[in-house]
């Protein structure tokens, strides 16, 4: 397999680079050496540059605020930032830009893509995920939130959880039941709801860690505009699959950069501690670099399907799948590595409650502790393991589907 970069590509990598010599401090060495009272001031005014460069949505086409880069360029942008310790936006465009406006581009109408997509871009848009309910466990699809349309509104009643960053959003995307006579793939729609009315309670859910990164979300009579459907009536689940195709695909190609470089800081500190000649130690340091350039290789598959105009699949599920099973280990190895140190929480902690610390990020055990903790979630929210291999069983390898005792309506299997 060739893994250089065409010369269009490096040309390309070489205007990334001036971009950052001429926007970041001389010397910069990564969010992670900035105290955490001043990244959220620091990631704002770095979205707003990025914004006013066009390069915050860069494989958005042009004429909704986009740059319209090939996903080759888009890599070599990602590559380019986490080399300089930037993120790619703020903590909210994964929702935002990555997931909803991505499903919006695909399925909204043009009058959805002229209004959201802007305000999407700008930040007065704010964006969390309406999908899980407490009822409903690992099944998404059995659902129980209603919506019935009255007049030129859709009302809406209801239950979400684990609702990431809900308490931070003026907007949420949510799944819906909207005809429970249907079977339950069937009866589903996808609603955007404004989040800033009486009929929408969020309530924060403390987590092992001690941030409150997830929520509940109840609906009351909450109110949405009828046009505030994104594809048809019933068709929600085919939203919702291509929303976590964008979710768990686009992030295949660039979180293996990530993983890198948080697995490179673990080796130092393995150097600082004088456990790298441990065997042991050495043997599972092997096991972690031989995972992370697997999840390369499926970044670079993925990229390739972008490069042929495919949009994520089912396929989708082998990167999530893979990257929170290998991040449980990786940060019990930093554990281990800590030792005694680990019990005690040192130092600058995380400023985000997914996946890697910070760039930069001192090998504390206040980054550490915290970013194991943080990493136990990570094989349950966005689909948890087994769903994702329930999802390659059947969809990609074509296995036999597990026994359904729920065929026929919604609302008959309910009562049953």
């Known amino acids: 397999m060739d893994m250089t970069y065409p010369a269009s590509a490096e040309e390309y990598r070489a ?8 926007n970041l401090p001389e010397g910069f060495g990564g969010v992670g050496t900035i105290s955490e009272d001043e990244v959220p001031a620091f990631t704002e005014k770095w979205r707003t ?3 006013e460069n066009g390069l915050l949505a860069p494989y958005w086409p042009k004429e909704y605020g986009g740059a319209g880069l090939s996903p ?15 993120p790619t936006g703020g903590p909210n465009d994964v929702f935002g830009i990555q997931m909803v406006g991505n499903t919006i581009i695909q399925w909204g109408t043009e009058d959805q893509k002229r209004h959201f997509l802007p305000r999407i871009l700008s930040g007065e848009d704010r964006w969390c995920q309406g999908y899980s309910e407490p009822n409903a466990g690992s099944d998404l699809a059995n659902l129980g939130t209603r919506a019935v349309l009255d007049g030129d509104e859709w009302v809406i009643n209801g239950q979400k ?3 990431s960053a809900g308490h931070l959003a003026n907007w949420i995307f949510v799944l819906t039941r909207t005809d429970p006579e249907a079977p339950k793939h069937k009866g589903i729609s996808f609603l955007l709801v404004p989040m800033d009315q009486e009929g ?3 309530r924060p859910i403390k987590m092992i860690s001690g941030e409150s990164e997830f929520n509940e979300v109840f609906f009351t009579n909450a109110r949405t505009a009828k046009e505030n459907i994104v594809g048809q009536v019933g068709q929600g689940w085919s939203v919702a699959m291509t929303l976590l195709g964008y979710e768990r695909g686009e992030a295949a190609a660039i979180l293996p950069i990530r993983f890198r470089q948080e697995l490179d800081r673990l080796i130092e500190m393995a150097k600082e501690r004088g456990v790298n000649d441990d065997p042991l130690i050495r043997q599972r340091i092997a096991w972690c670099y031989s995972r992370v350039e697997v999840m390369r290789y499926l970044g670079l598959r993925t990229l390739s399907q972008f490069l042929s105009g495919k949009h ?15 991040h449980q280990v990786v940060t019990e190895l930093a554990l281990d590595i800590l030792g005694a140190n680990a019990l005690e929480v040192v130092g600058r902690r ?5 996946q890697t610390d910070d760039p930069g990020a ?3 055990s206040g980054s550490w502790d915290m970013t194991f903790l943080n990493a136990r979630a990570g094989t349950i929210y966005a689909g948890t393991s087994q769903v994702q291999k329930n999802i390659l069983g059947e969809m990609v390898l074509g296995l036999p589907k597990e026994p359904r005792a729920d065929e026929g309506s919604w609302s008959k299997v309910q009562n049953s």
């Open 161 to 163: 959880i684990w609702t």
């Open 312 to 326: 994520p699949g089912p396929e989708a599920s082998i990167s999530k799948l893979y990257w929170s099973e290998y």
């Open 200 to 202: 929408v309670e969020v």
């Open 49 to 51: 540059i990025l914004y």
């Open 15 to 22: 205007k990334i680079q001036s971009f950052l010599r001429n």
């Open 350 to 354: 995380p400023t985000s409650a997914f």
């Open 72 to 86: 080759l360029e888009q890599v070599v942008l990602v590559e380019e930032f986490a080399k300089a310790g930037v």
């Open 362 to 364: 001192p090998n504390t």
